[in-house]
């Protein structure tokens, strides 16, 4: 398990010192800076579960990192260093966002209670950060009817079967049933039925016993006993061969497992849960998938709606991501601008919300100054239309026909314009000289044409330098 780490920003060197010894005696990892300009640097960096800053620094003040962390890291508790008895700019550290303020001389005893409870508010806020990634996000019609069924099957213990295409989010779904029901303090067990070798499946589900087949070395449980008083979550379900169907068949009527091996039947308390992209009923009639077998785990079915039929929610949903994926970064959220947002509105996103997320992921790595523009979304409109075709959409939902695709200059078949090349070569020549004269060092290029390097990267791969 890797060290909690821990920012000290002081001029003092006597500061850093007394800090750097103390923390790392309470097993932290301490990096020590001096100034604003290296504390910002070093918090572009890395992530830090602690920082401590002194108010008076030789180019700034404490209270721009304690906004710039409230701002940019707020998962980071930050604790004010001040002057014995400066009770004003104490208070002014705690209006902008610092949890609590150290005053020098410093008192050992007083700090390490500071740290743990800072280490234990940083804890708290991620939680509560993971707890709200794991929400499903909308307030459409079919959102609010989804989340009233889950409510009403989290009280239940009868199996159910989630149905809905790849993407939408099932697995979050059985995790929403599981959380709100009597079995949330036990735990919750996911298993891709697709991704387990047909060879493997008898010992992955229900465990072996030591030297009961070549590799066997050591007993192991199975994922039933693994979910033991909780839940076990079947996803993609349709891929289980029909042996295994048989045996999980047998698991839910007697409710307990044999390992391979084992002498005596071991009784499970088990809830099950399943889901599938595929059409269960079509595959029960082709003689696929065993007709006993889908009554037993579809006692209850809950539909997830794909994208499309809530497009309403996805102004919430782009923001929910953008914000992931800049705590995830170590920056602040990408905005989009209004043509981007009309282009994912008219978009049938046929890979749901899964393919949402990736569109931003690529539009956030390729965009310029931090704003999404329509040529960064890079959408495949034709696959939408397809997907749009092929499952009709209920009455409730209002989807925007897509407009035609912009097609950028390089890719019309057309010459492109003597404006356009002209850029293009001014740009190629601007970049390589920035290049030679750093040695190619793509690092000190960036910063030498004002450019992340992230940027610079696509510039590179637009241009084809290699």
Not at 59 to 69: M, N, W
Not at 260 to 276: F, M, N, P, Q, Y
Not at 354 to 372: G, M, Q, T, W
């Amino acid at each position: 398990m890797s060290k909690q780490t821990a920012l000290v920003i002081d001029d003092e060197r006597d500061i850093r010192e007394l800090l750097t010894i103390t923390l790392g005696r309470m097993n932290l990892d301490v990096e020590t800076v001096g100034s604003v300009t290296d504390a910002r640097e070093r918090l572009a960096q890395r992530k830090f579960d602690l920082c401590f800053t002194d108010m008076r620094l030789p180019d700034g003040s404490g209270q721009e990192i304690i906004e710039l962390i409230a701002r940019q890291y707020p998962d980071t508790p930050v604790a004010m260093i001040t002057a014995y008895g400066n009770v004003d700019a104490a208070v002014t550290a705690l209006k902008a966002g610092a949890f609590d303020f150290v005053s020098k001389p410093v008192d050992l005893a007083m700090l390490r209670r500071l740290v743990q409870t800072a280490l234990r508010l940083g804890e708290e806020r991620r939680a509560e950060s993971t707890a709200n990634e794991s929400k499903l996000v909308g307030d459409s019609l079919a959102m609010q009817q989804v989340r009233a069924t889950i409510a009403k099957l989290a009280r239940s213990q009868a199996p159910v079967y989630i149905s809905g295409e790849s993407g939408v989010g099932k697995e979050l779904v059985a995790r929403q049933i599981h959380e709100q029901g009597p079995r949330a303090s036990g735990a919750f067990v996911p298993v891709n039925c697709g991704a387990i070798p047909s060879e493997l499946m008898e010992s992955e589900f229900f465990g072996h016993k030591k030297g009961s087949f070549t590799g066997a070395h050591a007993d192991k449980d199975g994922l039933f006993q693994a979910a033991q008083g909780g839940t076990l979550f079947l996803d993609e379900v349709a891929e289980l061969p029909l042996h295994m169907q048989v045996k999980l068949l047998r698991v839910i009527q007697e409710k307990s497992v044999r390992a391979i091996g084992g002498r005596g039947e071991l009784a499970v308390d088990v809830r099950i849960l399943s889901a599938t992209h595929k059409n269960l009923a079509k595959l029960v009639d082709a003689g696929q998938f065993r007709q006993d077998l889908y009554y037993r785990i579809n006692v209850i079915e809950l539909r997830v709606p794909p994208l499309r039929e809530r497009k309403e929610d996805l102004p919430k949903l782009i923001g929910r991501v953008l914000e992931r994926l800049a705590r995830d970064g170590g920056g602040v959220p990408a905005k989009l601008r209004p043509e981007a947002l009309q282009a994912l509105l008219a978009y049938d996103f046929p890979g749901n919300v899964r393919e949402l997320e990736n569109i931003l992921e690529r539009s956030v790595a390729l965009c310029e100054d931090n704003s999404i523009d329509i040529d960064d979304l890079r959408l495949d409109l034709s696959a939408g239309r397809q997907a749009a075709a092929a499952v009709p959409p209920p009455e409730i939902a209002r989807v925007v026909a897509p407009p035609p695709a912009p097609v950028p200059v390089e890719e019309r078949d057309e010459p492109r314009s003597d404006l356009a090349a002209a850029v293009a070569e001014t740009e190629r020549a601007a970049i390589m000289k920035a290049l030679e004269a750093t040695r190619w060092n793509r690092t000190a290029a960036a910063k030498q044409l004002g450019l992340t390097l992230r940027q610079l990267r696509y510039r590179l791969e637009r241009l084809g330098i290699e």
